[in-house]
């Protein structure tokens, strides 16, 4: 390990060490989307490094590259939020594929990720802008039970009365769990003043990533809200993970008919509108998950 001239250590100080672009994902706009940390050679950091950079860095995630095969396009990739681990991150996934794409060229890659392989699709769109489409893993969706629900309910400081009875109560993976809340209406979803700390202490004792609150606008287009206190976020203006899970729940409950492509607005509360495109294929447990990403600044 290299020590820098004043002494401090690439743990201690990990920007000045390592280089670490930044990109905003779901958006055409720097100044909306999901902005995501990408580091394109950590094959030198440890968990505790990474840990470190992405503290740093401040985004609710970033993504290592911590072993590349170039001319196969494939990656094995890790995920950090500013205070953990995550064995997925589709927003990241879709920055790190843009980034690689504009360096590498268009075409298929395969992320080697902890939630486990990733392909991704990337290709230039009309604009020159590159458009990137992971498929998830297999995805999967059960009831939530009545005390994770009334839990996150107290911490919402919602009640049952605020849900859509014709979207219940789910927990849903794809690489990660999320738990599902559909508002019955888009004031409901606005509203949004919750426990940060009580809402971390349930996600954290059930595993959950993110909490998913959605408003159906139609049958085609819904909006999202993301709560991530586990991951020292507020709240997430674009969530790729959990729209696969979301695009799993749908399917799993039958309330789209397959193949289906919908897209989910997210992020206008927090003045970051982000933009993603699910589609839920007959023939495949996954959902792909479509979207662009720029750099920022």
Not at 109 to 138: F, N, Y
Not at 145 to 164: I, M, N, P, R, Y
Not at 167 to 191: E, K, Q, T, W, Y
């Amino acid at each position: 390990m290299t020590i820098d001239a004043d002494g401090a250590s690439p743990v201690e100080r990990p920007e000045a060490a390592v280089e670490t672009l930044r990109y905003s994902a779901f958006t055409r706009d720097p100044a909306g989307g999901n902005p995501a940390g990408i580091v394109l050679d950590a094959a030198g950091l440890d968990a505790a490094a990474m840990l470190a950079v992405a503290a740093q860095v401040g985004y609710s995630e970033t993504a290592f590259v911590t072993d590349r095969d170039d001319a196969a396009r494939r990656f094995r990739v890790r995920y950090f939020s500013p205070l953990a681990e995550v064995a997925f991150c589709g927003h990241a996934t879709v920055a790190l594929a843009v980034a690689l794409a504009e360096r590498l060229g268009p075409g298929e890659i395969v992320l080697d990720t902890p939630a486990g392989e990733i392909p991704v699709a990337t290709e230039k769109g009309e604009d020159g802008a590159v458009l990137a489409t992971l498929t998830s893993v297999p995805t999967r969706s059960r009831p939530a039970s009545g005390a994770e629900l009334d839990a996150t309910l107290a911490a919402l400081g919602w009640a049952v009365g605020d849900l859509d009875p014709a979207l219940p109560p789910h927990v849903a993976f794809a690489g990660n769990d999320h738990l599902i809340l559909a508002a019955a209406s888009r004031a409901r979803l606005a509203d949004l003043d919750y426990d940060f700390d009580g809402l971390a202490e349930v996600m954290r004792r059930h595993g959950w990533t993110t909490v998913h609150l959605v408003w159906r606008e139609s049958a085609e287009r819904f909006h999202a809200r993301d709560p991530f206190p586990v991951g020292g976020v507020v709240e997430d203006p674009a969530t790729g993970a959990a729209a696969a899970a979301f695009g799993g729940y749908l399917r799993a409950l039958g309330l789209v008919t397959a193949p289906a492509r919908i897209t989910i607005r997210q992020g206008e509360a927090m003045g970051r509108p982000s933009d993603l495109l699910i589609e839920v294929a007959p023939e495949l447990e996954r959902t792909r998950v479509t979207g662009r990403a720029v750099p920022i600044g």
